[in-house]
């Protein structure tokens, strides 16, 4: 079935740093979306790219959607401490398509 | 004024009994989701119902049963649960008409003992 590789899966930096984390797949895509979850919460969604070289911002975010289809990244520039979560990457194949989650990059922040 | 809530948030119960989770969503979404996130934090889709209709049924064990009484809500009943069922269930909402991403409910942490 379809898989979604993300990496990495957890990240330890300092306050300030920017963070790079990235999703390649097997499949085409023809939606990419990059959501965070906080501890006892749902994901929520940070960027949704729809179009195959797509980059879009989101504050200190930034994500871009690969142009063979494959793949995507979120950058988070000058983390800080409420950047920590769970980042999780997904795709989805079109309208009413089920959505396919990589696996997480869990990131920690320290003041 | 909560998008996508889902109750109860904890439940804790023994093997083989029957339980549900209740959802509702009032975005006006015409689709609604249940997905399961493991221990590893893992999300996978269980269902999909699109107006009332399932769409989307992964291989999930039939003792997992979706019910939509109308599109704003979608409950999921879980008969004999077993200690593998233990998770947290979250409930999702999307506008497929226009493509929308899917947003989530906060979650039901279910421990089966």
């Known amino acids: 079935g379809q898989q979604l590789n993300q990496s990495p899966q957890s990240m330890f930096i300092q306050e300030g740093e920017d963070v790079s984390m990235n999703c390649t797949s097997s499949?085409?895509?023809?939606?990419w979306l990059w959501y965070k979850q906080d501890p006892g919460e749902g994901p929520v969604l940070l960027i949704a790219l729809y179009k195959a070289g797509e980059l879009t911002s989101n504050g200190r975010l930034t994500a871009q959607f690969g142009i063979t289809r494959k793949d995507s990244f979120l950058n988070i520039s000058a983390s800080i401490p409420s950047d920590v979560g769970i980042y999780f990457c997904a795709g989805q194949l079109g309208q009413g398509g089920k959505l396919i989650f990589g696996q997480g990059t869990e990131l920690s922040v320290k003041p | 004024d909560t998008a996508v809530s889902q109750t109860p948030k904890y439940l804790v119960t023994q093997m083989g009994n029957d339980k549900s989770i209740k959802c509702e969503q009032n975005?006006?979404?015409?689709?609604m989701y249940w997905y399961k996130q493991d221990s590893k934090k893992f999300l996978k889709i269980m269902f999909s119902y699109n107006n009332k209709e399932l769409i989307i049924n992964e291989t999930v064990p039939n003792r997992f049963s979706p019910k939509s009484p109308d599109k704003a809500h979608l409950n999921l009943h879980i008969n004999s649960l077993e200690l593998g069922d233990s998770a947290v269930y979250f409930c999702a909402s999307s506008q497929v008409a226009y493509n929308s991403p899917l947003h989530f409910g906060n979650g039901t942490r279910l421990t089966v003992t």
């Open positions: 975005l006006g979404h015409d689709t």
């Open positions: 499949s085409i895509f023809n939606t």
